[in-house]
């Protein structure tokens, strides 16, 4: 898992589970007026015959935008996915997961495009992605010992009027 670069990236990737196959649509977690991410390629995936690219937490893709402001769709944009749905293991035997999958819009050197992000960042993105890191509202570092699954519920309240 080591040969998957990621640009502008500081810290050593772990091995987690690939929840994203190409083709999938994924929430927009920051403020840059973007909705949703349809993913169309996955960076550093070098691919194999009839495997589908996917990405996991802290994986750079490429997405276009699917709804949200007219400037923004039609056009490639690199993201970075910071939530999954599909549940991981991280080094201390914990497992974890998120209660959907949001990624966010950066740059080719993983600066974000937004100043904000909505919802919980998983640890490995944190690690991984400085500036992602920094304008995190929270991040889900849980050291659990006893605990199996752990299920990230992100506060957001989806059918507010």
Not at 6 to 16: D, Q
Request: hydrophobic share 40%.
């Amino acid at each position: 898992m080591s040969k998957r670069g990621h640009g502008e990236s500081s810290g050593a990737k772990f091995r987690i589970s690939l929840g994203l196959p190409v083709g999938a649509v994924i929430n927009c977690a920051d403020n840059t007026g973007a909705k949703n991410l349809y993913i169309i390629s996955v960076k550093g995936i070098k691919g194999r015959l009839n495997r589908l690219p996917a990405a996991g937490v802290g994986d750079m893709v490429m997405a276009t935008v699917k709804k949200g402001k007219p400037e923004l769709s039609k056009k490639v944009h690199p993201a970075v996915v910071i939530r999954q749905r599909k549940s991981y293991r991280r080094k201390d035997g914990v497992f974890l997961y998120f209660e959907d999958n949001a990624g966010v819009i950066v740059n080719n050197k993983g600066e974000m495009k937004g100043s904000a992000i909505t919802g919980p960042v998983a640890k490995e993105c944190a690690d991984l992605w400085p500036r992602i890191a920094s304008n995190a509202g929270s991040i889900a570092r849980f050291f659990g010992v006893f605990v199996k699954k752990i299920k990230i519920i992100c506060s957001q309240n989806k059918n507010k009027k």
